[in-house]
């Protein structure tokens, strides 16, 4: 028994198959999350590795280079690079896509476990984070106190941090500039030298007073006693007061030759909000949870904690996800509605019948609703490109339902009974809207396949579209038969033509236009070559309009986000690019009125652990980033770039400012492409000297042009430091070497930790080092006075020479060989101009041949996607070739239908030219899902020109009655598609730039071709079987 004669016998069953569909459906519709894009893992792992106290070169030498060596045996690994900082190594790991990044992780981690002996002894484990996209804060807060601050520490702890915790799906709570406690131990060297001690005796003397030591246990009788020893330090008047040594008869404590502060750590971090000096606070969630849950969730408890907090204390929000997640979904939702609305009209129009419309009405919420069982089954969440799919899918799922309605209809006109037509008219259609809804679907098989993030946005696109057109055919073969055999009860032969005026006269515009096309179809026929060579000509000024279209990568959201970083002297101190940071939120405050009050931030410097590089912002002592918020694109009159870009002539005349770089847009999108510059030239090669040159000229070259804004190179022009170079002879002399000497010096400048000191079960650092005149003075530095193997003290400058020299700040290295980068944001212009001007500048240069030269960045991401969806777009067009092929049982019919994909791309281009598109991954995907849906039309031709050549008819007369016979169906299918999308290509609303190219795309390709293709395909029909005419004739 055939699926429609089940359904039409056993309508109980199919209805109830149906509504436990529907209570699936909205069950899981109900529990999947929201977020903007897909969830996506990277193929990178980034291991940061924190060695406090040491410089770039330093931190490349011992650990970056150390775990280069051996992580470059991790498996399937693709590329390997690493940045060395102050105090901070990164190390990036690239892999294939598709690789367990978990299993890589594991992997790596074992490989660092055979080198960190190796690492230095004051270097801190390496931490291994993997690269997605819940790495980045869902939320960023702004907390500043005034006379509170002191204690913010605490109040973190016990109110903020750890509250917000356990609010449901936070992953973590990031703290930037926390003001961390520290018992600071200022040693007086001149005091220190007369009573023969070291800092390291000292650190030594106050662990050892420091301690709680079990005794084991004693048993008396019956009983069981522990025994202990505290000795462990419960106030800082007590620490003080710890014996050091007794020199000549006379008790020295601690006091007697340091000063003992409780005060804050010195830091490097300075985040501010409008309100003053504070800190930051950010907000992960965790993978898979629903972003706006867990925004709302943390902005209700931010709510309740505000009120335990005191006055002054202050939490600004500066940073948020969910508006451009809600406002997207939203827009996009309502984008559905309307496309459904529209289809519904486009039905209603042509069939004219409220039951035939009903019909068809109800296979479109079974068809979009089984997409949202498969969203919760795989794990997914409702986003941009999921509902993108819907919203394409949602003027397609009627036409299978329409195209077996029309068949039905026909055979009870004829006399059938409504239960017999509802069987025969849906098997006799089966075959053809199975052929027609595969050629469509056949299209998304190599996008499922494709890598990179391309393939992660796109995959669910192409699978829940062809879910949704699966679940409309299957509706078509079992829902609107069995509706049919119920709802057309009444419908008698000839019954159609019994209607008003209205109907009367909608079909005599119908007839008129159909006989209106069959003239021109047969005026197109019998002049072929005209018709081809006016399509060919129309084709060929398109494709060379089309040369000029520009080319990018991802579209950039205009999520409201306005962020500048900038960049002092190398060597500023992080408090003074912190005091430059205030006045470019100045800048920010008098030049963007459209900014929302309280969203202004900046966090200058650099975090100890390089917290801020692992989510992807810019850090250093030289440098700052500020950012704020803008309302919505609706809401003011400029976008986001051109906000940012009013900043540019205030910020470029600091002249305390040497770089800086604007965005404007989304910290998001950003992120998605993994904050790379749509421009960026790697320049590599043994020579340093050589690759600073080039590097340099490169810079100034495309500086110069149009092209570019914000071009910066990391060529590193090196900080000034003072250096002390051993003289190892007299060192020897004097029995010591240069480790001790370092070691000590480090002691004496950086410090030495002393142990811990306990209060209210927190802990808390205790710091010994020389005092801050003693060792911020350049001059002073040649006294710290080292302790040698006989116990005595020797001046540094005895065994060394202090001198001024130069470091570098940050040195980069890409598979295992130092590396350069210059790059650049573009002006105006689309990336692959900027790429072609690019190539035509390095061409022009006078590039040594020891360096080697690479385009990367957006460009090189965009170059391997188009790659991939060439080859998708070729396999696609042989995969519809080979569907119809099948169908037709002939190798020259679809070749004729597929005339009507080159005619495709007329509408694209012209679509293109009229809104100012560029060839995106968006609309690329767009131009390969238009392959598989314009040879439809040309199916609907050509099987039923064979039809009618079967049932007799002469050829030209067969062409001429199946173009106007099939017009309808061919209107009422494109029309349902092309509305279905008009609401996403018109949208104004946030996250458009996603999804508004694709719906224009769309609609200008399928436009055009139905057009072209209503005369084109049945005038190549014509020329292939003009031999068989002929024999007709005599």
């Not at 800190?279 to 408890?301: A, W, Y």
């Not at 459904?340 to 209603?348: G, K, R, Y």
């Not at 309280?598 to 992807?616: C, I, P, Y």
């Not at 810079?699 to 990391?714: A, H, L, P």
Request: charged letters at 20%.
């Amino acid at each position: 028994m055939k699926l429609p004669e089940v359904a039409v016998k056993r309508p109980v069953a199919i209805a109830m198959l149906f509504f436990a569909i529907l209570l699936f459906g909205i069950v899981s519709l109900v529990k999947l999350p929201l977020d903007i894009m897909p969830e996506m893992e990277l193929p990178t792992l980034t291991v940061i590795t924190v060695y406090p106290g040491a410089g770039a070169d330093e931190v490349e030498q011992q650990v970056s280079k150390q775990l280069e060596r051996v992580l470059s045996g991790t498996e399937h690994l693709k590329e390997i690079s690493s940045q060395s900082k102050e105090n901070v190594s990164f190390v990036q790991l690239q892999f294939d896509w598709g690789t367990d990044i978990t299993s890589s992780a594991n992997n790596a981690r074992d490989l660092i476990e055979l080198v960190k002996n190796k690492l230095p002894r004051d270097a801190h484990s390496p931490i291994i984070f993997k690269v997605n996209s819940s790495l980045m804060p869902v939320l960023v807060y702004g907390i500043t106190a005034q006379e509170s601050y002191n204690g913010l520490n605490k109040l973190l702890d016990d109110e903020i941090v750890t509250k917000l915790r356990k609010v449901p799906g936070v992953g973590s709570v990031m703290i930037i500039g926390r003001p961390e406690r520290e018992i600071k131990i200022n040693i007086n060297p001149a005091k220190l030298s007369a009573y023969n001690l070291s800092l390291n005796q000292i650190a030594t003397i106050l662990k050892a007073q420091n301690l709680s030591i079990p005794g084991g246990n004693v048993k008396v009788g019956s009983s069981d006693f522990s025994v202990r020893v505290p000795g462990e330090i419960e106030s800082v008047d007590e620490l003080r007061d710890i014996t050091l040594i007794n020199f000549n008869g006379k008790v020295i404590r601690l006091k007697d030759v340091a000063d003992v502060v409780d005060e804050f750590k010195d830091t490097d971090e300075f985040p501010r909000t409008k309100n003053g000096k504070g800190l930051t606070l950010m907000i992960q969630k965790q993978s898979g949870e629903n972003t706006l849950n867990v925004v709302k969730g943390v902005r209700s408890k931010v709510a309740e904690i505000q009120k335990t907090l005191p006055a002054d204390v202050r939490l600004d929000e500066v940073m948020k996800s969910d508006e451009l997640i809600s406002e997207s979904i939203n827009n996009l939702s309502e984008s559905l509605w309307y496309a459904l609305v529209f289809v519904v009209i486009v039905v209603m129009a042509f069939l004219r019948s409220w039951r035939q419309s009903l019909i068809v009405f109800i296979t479109i919420p079974f068809s979009l609703i089984v997409a949202f069982i498969v969203m919760f089954a795989a794990g997914w969440t409702i986003n941009i490109f999921s509902l993108m799919s819907l919203i394409v899918a949602s003027g397609m799922v009627v036409d299978n339902a329409i195209v077996v309605l029309e068949n039905i209809t026909q055979h009870i006109e004829k006399g059938s009974r409504p239960k017999q037509a509802s069987i025969f008219g849906t098997s006799e259609m089966g075959m053809a809207i199975s052929a027609s809804t595969l050629t469509t679907i056949v299209v998304f098989l190599p996008m499922i396949f494709m890598g990179g993030v391309v393939g992660i946005m796109f995959k669910q696109l192409a699978i829940l579209t062809s879910v949704t057109l699966i679940a409309s055919l299957f509706a078509a073969l079992t829902l609107t038969p069995m509706a049919s055999s119920r709802l057309l009860e009444g419908l008698k032969k000839g019954e159609r033509r019994k209607h008003g005026k209205l109907y009367q006269l909608s079909e005599s515009m119908f007839t008129a236009l159909e006989g209106g096309y069959k003239k021109i179809l047969a005026w197109a026929v019998f002049h072929k070559t005209i018709t081809v060579v006016i399509v060919a000509v129309v084709l060929a000024i398109s494709l060379w309009v089309g040369k000029g279209l520009g080319s990018d990568y991802i579209p950039e959201f205009d999520a409201g986000d306005v962020v500048a970083v900038i960049e002092t002297e190398v060597g500023t101190s992080a408090a003074k690019t912190d005091s430059i940071a205030q006045l470019v939120m100045t800048i920010f405050e008098e030049e963007i009125p459209e900014m929302i009050p309280g969203s202004l931030a900046a966090t200058s410097g650099q975090t100890e652990d390089g917290l801020l590089s692992s989510v992807g912002f810019s850090e250093g002592k030289n440098v700052s980033t500020i950012m704020c918020h803008l309302t919505k694109p609706n809401k003011r009159k400029d976008n986001a770039r051109e906000i940012a870009n009013r900043l540019r002539p205030r910020i470029a005349a600091i002249p305390e400012i040497e770089n800086y770089k604007l965005l404007g847009g989304s910290i998001i999108s950003a992120a998605i492409t993994g904050n790379k510059k749509p421009i960026e030239v790697e320049i590599s090669g043994n020579n340093f000297q050589s690759i600073n040159e080039t590097a340099e000229l490169l810079t100034k070259q495309m500086r110069e042009s149009s092209f570019y804004s914000d071009v910066i190179n990391n060529v590193d022009k090196g900080k000034l430091e003072i250096q002390i170079k051993v003289d190892k002879k007299k060192a020897s002399a004097l029995a010591l070497n240069s480790a001790m000497i370092g070691l000590q010096v480090r002691q004496s400048i950086y410090g030495t930790e002393a142990g811990e000191y306990k209060e209210d079960g927190d802990e808390y650092d205790i710091m010994i080092r020389y005092e801050p005149k003693s060792r911020n003075d350049i001059n002073q530095i040649k006294n710290i006075q080292l302790k040698n193997l006989l116990n005595q003290q020797i001046p540094l400058y005895a065994v060394a020479d202090i001198e001024m020299g130069t470091s570098p700040l940050q040195i980069n290295r890409k598979d295992q060989q130092r590396v350069v980068k210059v790059m650049a944001d573009l002006n105006n212009v689309s990336l692959g101009e900027g790429q072609q001007e690019t190539k035509r500048i390095l061409n022009d240069l006078d590039i040594p041949s020891d360096i080697d030269i690479k385009i990367a960045g957006q460009t090189s991401e965009q170059g391997e996607s188009f790659d991939d969806l060439y080859l998708i777009l070729i396999l696609g067009v042989l995969m519809v070739y080979m569907v119809m092929a099948a169908q037709f049982e002939s190798f020259r019919d679809p070749f004729i239908i597929m005339f009507a994909i080159p005619v495709t791309f007329v509408g694209v281009v012209w679509a293109f030219k009229i809104t100012g598109l560029t060839l995106s991954i968006t609309t690329f995907v767009g131009i390969i899902m238009l392959m598989g849906i314009v040879v439809n039309n040309g199916i609907v031709l050509v099987d039923y020109t064979n039809l009618l050549r079967q049932r007799g008819y002469k050829l030209y007369d067969a062409i001429q009655e199946a173009g106007r016979s099939r017009l309808r169906p061919v209107l009422m299918t494109t029309l349902t598609t092309i509305l279905g999308m008009v609401p996403m290509a018109t949208s104004s609303g946030m996250g458009r730039e996603a999804y508004s190219p694709l719906g224009i795309t769309m609609i200008g390709g399928l436009l055009v071709s139905t057009l072209i293709t209503l005369l084109l395909v049945p005038t190549i029909y014509a020329i292939f079987h003009d031999r068989e005419r002929k024999g007709e004739t005599k």
